[in-house]
């Protein structure tokens, strides 16, 4: 379980960053938390690691308009805690507090996380959820990528070779919006066996929008709108479940995966709503 | 009096040591040493064609590659067969490297020695090995129907077959007034020590000797057997247990195929070599154990007294057995726990397998007998509408009973006789230490609420403190240090400081002065080893028969000294003392001076004990029947084993529609005879409990059905994080054995043994619906609702 011979480059820019992700066969390091096992275990071969972590511009959490960013480093522990965060995109908070433990998330970053496109991932859905903008820097530019087109399949995105994500914007959710996140895991910080994001507005008392993000139980989060039947149990179950395929593994059998959705969905839109009643008052 | 230490929970004295970073283990060792890594058959069956390393010998930093081919004299026979036993009549052990054919995935073929692990793993990459992929067998079912066969020389893929009765049960249980029948399951899984094996040897080419060091549970038992597989003499060979992380089982087989492997590569090279197993290595070429298949037949009368029990099982041994068959030896004879069937029969198959070889993890075959025999008293009671509780306490062997004859050899060819234990009394504690009489109160509470819960109970009695023997040394220094040694090894259960209770009490000093060294040849030779729950009694004994002689002799020296009879004379604090009479004393330490009669005075308390300082002159300075030195060193080897017991009680509750498990309370009791330190017991008691629910709810070995391992990472192999495990609330019953100087009982193991039977227990309780296989997750327990659901 050592990983084969890379060069190491830790670069003092973004340009050279980018210079240095040229190489074929380049790959980023984050936190490492996802990408060192693959290494040790030699799934992945890469030639050149390029560490990003020197990179002072990807670092921080900002309001940006009306849109929350989060730097490419910024650690899953300082997102987890960060008050902007929780006033703005709650449902991050919501999210992380399910990813992994203490000493992973210290290393571990959000971004990285989507980059990795990870279907089992809370952040990969709660960024399709929200329709997240991915910022993207390549030899060509830079380029944004919305996260329905950043999501293609398992551990695949639509970054090209050589491309750098700088950060993730979320759009902030006003005082009307409601969510939640929850899941059902065989041991506390694992990996989902099936997981749901919910979002709702509220305005005026009456329910605005509803939406969902499920995770764990299809190549990518599987993004769905259900203001016309969140509220009637039986069609809200059958559209849901015509949208997903689970499948059966070690862990659990398909049909057990479809009754956590089944579950979850509810117990997340139920959620989320009365997250929005307490944000309002 | 010196503050009594045993009895005390005293904090562990290697704990600052270990939580500082100042551990040792065996990576710790040897960073100047060549790197040793393993090709490992990606197959469960195979014949190997061809071994081409063309590809790989131009990488630089490579030192050698060897296959069996390379090996020489007796490194390359078969391993040996550690415990023959009449009935394993085709024992078969594998190779250091494989000879023409593979057995299992992840079965060595190829060693490769290079400057650094990188290097080596990067060379193991680069040897193509072409294989004739043969039909593996995995699971019991298929090792049953032997369309193939794991060695071809073996009809049946059998390796063992056991008859044992008491009685003629067959014929009891046909005469009994009511009988049931059950098939019963457990699935494999393994002990996961934090720490992998691991050896590092060096060679001295001067004075042709071998020092090793190796991650083991067993030092002396590595040290013969590389030093017979290398044809060296004993006194040529030294081992050393470092910090070991763990082991559970796994690291008292021996030799692993690496400790003999490693050690001959040094010399060869004449090159410190080491080796340090990784993750994966450790899933798929260790070991494994657990998995059978019970099937019983009970008859019992009215009241719910067992009349007569016929057990059949199936023991999946791997596709090696080095270790014998203890496994389901011990299954066969600890099955019955604290009950007396008024017949019993017990057969056993056990079978070869394409898979990871099986040898003892912490509870060794107990906890799939115990699954059987608490699963058949459940079933009794469910049967006759009793309560769970009064038919286990109709059946136990009452305290007026002990000690007991099953009537059966033990695992270590003794008769299995029971020397103490009050069954009903530790009942009794547990029951009203969980609330057993209240309980369905609790449940219509939960039930107002929409909730469901359980309760289960489960007994098990445990055979601890096997022979044949173990030693102790103890040594007073003249600086008033106290050097302790045995030569069983520690892998984290406390020794140091248990066994420096032991001698503070029985040689009046300050614990802090003792200083225990464990599995380390150089200091103590004649040993076993660290298993069957055995540390305590065998060592603790030993170690306390040891101090005895040293308190004699420092009693009789210092009698001489102070001119007083030896039997005034009392050790209070290192001081020895005339009793009532405080003025007249002389140190221990000075008493050490004087037992060591010298020629040099290097320093100022050797100047005491120099020709013209002391002595009478008309003996010599050593008298006749004395040796020089404050020390004493004994053995102690028991008549038979001691048996510990214990009761488990569980309340669970069950999510309605996720059918997740959520443990609400768990109780323990547990009787270990004399305590001597209850905080190292219980921590004990609740490491094992945790290696129970895990073996309950979520451990198991996912093998598919050409011998993949599946889950051979913790990423999918799921050792619950300490979020999963509950409080445990731990009652101490003591009945002290009547067998040991000490009266203590084993209890390393306890904890774990009736994980999957209490467990299993409560959410038939909880469900209504039978439990017949283990461990359980929440996705098969689901299915299984749904499936009782159809069928109703
Ligand atoms: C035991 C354990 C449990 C875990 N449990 C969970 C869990 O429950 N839920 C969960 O979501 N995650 C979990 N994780 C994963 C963890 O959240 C990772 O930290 C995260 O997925 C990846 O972030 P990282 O910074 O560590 O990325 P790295 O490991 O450094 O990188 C991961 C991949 O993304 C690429 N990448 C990273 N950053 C960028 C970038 N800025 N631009 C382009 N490519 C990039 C890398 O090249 C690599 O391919 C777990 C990890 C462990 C070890």
């Known amino acids: 379980m050592k990983p084969s011979r890379f060069q190491y480059v830790r670069p003092a820019s973004i340009p050279e960053a980018v210079v240095a992700l040229q190489r074929q066969n380049s790959k980023v390091l984050a936190g490492g938390q996802s990408l060192t096992p693959l290494l040790s275990m030699r799934l992945a071969a890469p030639e050149v690691l390029v560490d990003i972590n020197g990179l002072s511009e990807l670092a921080g959490i900002e309001l940006r308009g009306s849109e929350l960013w989060i730097g490419a480093i910024a650690r899953h522990q300082e997102v987890l805690t960060h008050p902007l965060v929780g006033t703005h995109v709650p449902l991050i908070q919501q999210a992380l507090t399910y990813v992994a433990h203490p000493v992973i998330r210290n290393r571990g970053t959000s971004v990285g996380s989507i980059a990795h496109a990870d279907p089992a991932g809370e952040l990969t859905a709660v960024a399709a959820l929200l329709g997240a903008r991915i910022h993207v820097v390549g030899p060509h530019g830079v380029r944004d990528i919305l996260a329905n087109d950043f999501f293609v399949g398992p551990l695949e995105s639509s970054l090209t070779h050589g491309e750098l994500v700088t950060g993730v914007s979320f759009p902030v959710l006003d005082s009307s919006w409601g969510s939640s996140c929850v899941e059902v895991a065989r041991r506390h910080g694992d990996y989902a066996l099936a997981g749901v994001c919910a979002l709702v507005q509220i305005v005026e008392g009456r329910l605005t929008a509803a939406s969902i993000a499920i995770f764990s139980v299809a190549g990518t989060p599987v993004v769905i709108d259900v203001l016309d039947v969140c509220t009637e149990n039986e069609k809200l179950n059958l559209k849901v479940q015509s949208l997903i395929d689970p499948d059966t593994d070690i862990h659990a059998t398909a049909d057990y995966r479809r009754q956590l959705v089944k579950t979850l969905v509810a117990q997340a839109l139920t959620e989320a709503r009365s997250n929005a009643e307490s944000r309002t008052s | ?792």
């Open chain 2, 1 to 792: 009096m010196t503050t009594k230490s045993f009895g005390e929970p005293i904090l562990r004295k290697e704990d600052p040591r270990l939580v500082s970073g100042q551990g040792r283990y065996l990576d710790d060792l040897g960073h100047e040493a060549l790197a040793a890594a393993f090709l490992r058959s990606p197959h469960a069956s195979a014949r190997i064609l061809d071994i081409d390393v063309t590809d790989a010998l131009d990488v630089p930093g490579l030192i050698g590659i060897y296959t069996y081919e390379d090996l020489e004299g007796r490194v390359a026979e078969p391993l040996p067969l550690l415990i023959p036993h009449p009935a394993l009549l085709n024992g078969r052990t594998g190779y250091p490297l494989a000879n023409e054919f593979v057995r299992h995935v992840g079965e060595a073929i190829v060693m490769v020695i290079a400057e650094d692990r990188y290097i080596a793993e990067d060379v193991v990459e680069l040897i193509k090995v072409s294989y004739d992929v043969l039909q593996p067998v995995v699971g019991i079912q298929n090792a049953k129907a032997a369309h193939n066969a794991v060695h071809p020389s073996v009809p049946n893929n059998v390796s063992a077959h056991s008859v044992k009765e008491v009685g003629d049960a067959r014929a009891m249980i046909k005469a009994a007034p009511h009988k049931l029948s059950l098939d019963l399951f457990i699935e494999r899984s393994a002990c996961s020590p934090l720490e992998g094996k691991g050896v590092y040897a060096i060679w001295e080419e001067d004075s042709q000797e071998l020092r090793l060091w190796s991650s083991t549970q067993t030092s002396t038992g590595v040290r013969a057997a590389v030093a017979a597989k290398l044809d060296l003499p004993l006194q040529k060979v030294e081992c050393i247990a470092p910090d070991v992380g763990g082991g559970f089982g796994v690291k008292i087989m021996h030799p692993w195929p690496e400790e003999v492997l490693i050690p001959w590569a040094a010399r060869k090279l004449n090159r410190p070599v080491k080796w340090s197993e990784d993750r994966r290595e450790h899933f798929i070429s260790s070991a494994h154990e657990r998995a059978q298949e019970h099937h019983i037949e009970v008859g019992f009368d009215e009241e719910g007294r067992i009349l007569g029990l016929d057990v059949t099982f199936f023991h999946d041994n791997g596709a090696y057995t080095p270790y014998g068959i203890i496994i389901p030896l011990i299954t066969s004879t600890q099955l019955l726990g604290p009950y007396k069937p008024a017949s019993y029969r017990v057969e056993f198959t056990s079978l070869f397998t394409n898979t990871v070889l099986v040898i003892p993890y912490r509870g060794a075959g107990r906890p799939q007998g115990v699954f059987a025999m608490e699963r058949t008293v459940d079933a009794i009671a469910k049967y006759l509408r009793l309560d769970r509780t009064v038919v286990r306490e109709r059946n136990f062997i009452q305290p007026d009973e002990m000690p007991y004859d099953l009537g059966l050899i033990f695992q270590d060819g003794r008769p299995l006789e029971y020397d103490s234990g009050n069954f009903p009394a530790s009942m009794a504690m547990l029951k009203e230490m969980v609330g057993w009489d209240n309980f369905e109160t609790m449940r219509s509470e939960y039930a107002a609420q929409g909730r469901k819960i359980g309760i289960g109970v489960a007994c098990y009695v445990e055979g601890t403190g096997v022979g044949p023997y173990e030693g102790g040394f103890v040594q007073v220094e003249t600086s008033g240090r106290i050097n302790v040694a045995t030569g069983l090894t520690s892998q984290g259960q406390g020794h140091q400081t248990v066994f420096a209770q032991i001698v503070a009490d029985e040689l009046g000093v300050p614990i802090e002065d003792v200083f225990v060294t464990t599995g380390d040849t150089r200091r103590f030779p004649y040993a076993v080893g660290t298993f069957a729950s055995r540390a305590a009694v065998m060592s603790g004994n030993a170690i306390a028969l040891a101090a005895r002689q040293v308190r004699d002799k420092a009693l009789r020296l210092a009698g001489e000294a102070l001119e007083c009879d030896p039997h005034d004379l009392e050790i209070v604090d290192g001081i020895v003392r005339v009793k009532g009479d405080h003025t007249k004393s002389i140190a221990l330490k000075t008493v050490a001076v004087l037992s060591n009669p010298l020629r040099y005075a290097f320093d100022e308390s050797a100047k005491a004990a120099t020709q013209f300082a002391v002595g009478d002159t008309s003996k010599p300075p050593v008298p006749e029947d004395q040796e020089p030195g404050l020390e004493g060193k004994d053995y102690y080897s028991p008549m038979a084993s001691t048996f510990a017991n214990g009761m488990h009680a569980v309340i669970i509750e069950i999510l309605p529609d996720t059918a997740e498990v959520k443990i609400l309370r768990y109780v323990v009791v547990h009787d270990c005879g004399r305590v001597i330190n209850p905080m190292i017991v219980e921590g004990q008691i609740h490491g094992g409990v945790a290696q129970g629910v895990a073996g309950a709810l979520f451990e198991r070995m996912a093998y598919d059905e050409s011998g993949q391992l599946q889950n051979a990472s913790f990423m999918d192999f799921l050792m619950p994080y300490a979020t999963e495990i509950p409080t445990v609330e731990a009652g101490h019953l003591e009945t002290p054995s009547p067998l040991n100087p000490l009266g203590i009982k084993g209890a390393g193991e306890a904890g774990v043994i009736p994980g999957s039977a209490v467990f299993a227990s409560a959410i038939e309780d909880a469900e209504g619906f039978e439990i017949r296989r283990m461990p359980i997750s929440p996705s098969e327990l689901w299915e299984l609702r749904r499936t009782m659901k159809e069928n109703a």
